[in-house]
């Protein structure tokens, strides 16, 4: 198989990553080496208003090109680099690479908007979050405005003390905090009452089954009504067709995402399409 041949991408990714990659010693020692020689790159995904399709924000999402299996989705070394604390320094150039992303965009004179980082739980436990976001701020000179953290669920858990501290830290530092993959984990209304996140961003299982025969709707509007009552913002993740996109629209969830809008795209791409124009013909609003 050939890398265009247009079928099955993620499963010839897999292959050839296992093909190329014997074990988690060698995964690790690649990883290290992708560091090194600048393998990390990041795609931009925009979060677009519901109602008027303007573009609020891009979520930058990491890929590695890797020179013999090609582009590597998160999926398959995210993991890996968790375990083996890799990703306390690829979280780092994450962090560093969208800085400076915004910094070039600013230096095109484009129109700018925040883009969105994912940050692991593994990341937090370190302390360093708040420092490395600082350093490349300053390094780029972006403010905090420009900036937004995607944390999931597990981070609000138990009773991390230092990491609650961080992420109020972080909030008060003027960075919008966006609990990821809402729904799939254990969070309690009490925990996002007490950390005051931002956004809740809702799995793109949930908006699946919009549309549907199951439950997908009064799950959306128990949702949208509890966060608005909290104060928080409500993104629908996922969404891939019109008849969702109307059903949210209806529920008054408030930003959307997803391939309708479009798919996450490398950055060029991503000025070219959205940072030029904000009102998406996508939507027709
Ligand atoms: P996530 O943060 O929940 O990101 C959303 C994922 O859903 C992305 O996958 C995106 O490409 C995909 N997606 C967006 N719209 C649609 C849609 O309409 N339909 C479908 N089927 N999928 C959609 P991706 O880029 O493969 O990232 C997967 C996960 O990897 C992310 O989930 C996030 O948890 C993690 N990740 C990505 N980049 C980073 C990073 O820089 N640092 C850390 N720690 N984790 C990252
Ligand atoms: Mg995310
Ligand atoms: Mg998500
Ligand atoms: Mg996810």
Request: hydrophobic letters at 45%; a negative charge; aromatic letters at 6%.
């Amino acid at each position: 198989a050939s890398k265009n041949d247009g079928r099955g991408q993620h499963r010839f990714y897999d292959q050839a990553l296992s093909a190329t990659v014997k074990g988690r010693a060698q995964l690790k020692a690649r990883l290290l080496e992708a560091l090194e020689r600048g393998q990390f790159l990041l795609h931009y995904q925009p979060r677009v208003d519901t109602v008027s399709g303007a573009l609020l924000s891009m979520e930058a999402l990491l890929r590695w090109q890797q020179p013999e299996a090609g582009m590597i989705a998160p999926n398959e070394f995210i993991p890996l680099a968790e375990s083996s604390g890799l990703i306390l320094p690829i979280g780092e150039r994450v962090i560093d690479m969208a800085c400076a992303q915004l910094a070039r965009w600013r230096a095109a004179a484009l129109p700018l908007v925040p883009v969105s980082i994912n940050v692991s739980v593994k990341q937090f436990a370190s302390g360093r979050v708040l420092r490395q976001f600082e350093e490349a701020m300053r390094r780029h000179n972006v403010p905090a405005s420009l900036l937004e953290i995607e944390v999931t669920e597990s981070v609000m858990m138990g009773d991390h003390d230092e990491i609650a501290a961080e992420l109020a830290a972080i909030r008060a530092r003027g960075i919008k905090l966006h609990v990821d993959d809402f729904g799939t984990g254990y969070s309690s209304l009490s925990q996002l009452q007490r950390l005051r996140m931002d956004v809740l961003k809702v799995d793109r299982a949930f908006t699946a089954e919009l549309g549907g025969p199951g439950q997908g709707r009064v799950f959306f509007q128990a949702i949208v009504s509890m966060a608005h009552a909290l104060g928080m913002a409500v993104v629908a993740e996922g969404v891939e067709t019109e008849a969702q996109l109307a059903i949210l629209r209806e529920l008054g969830c408030d930003e959307v995402q997803g391939y309708l809008i479009s798919k996450p795209l490398p950055p060029d791409a991503m000025a070219g399409r959205f940072l030029t124009h904000r009102t998406l013909d996508a939507l027709h609003a």
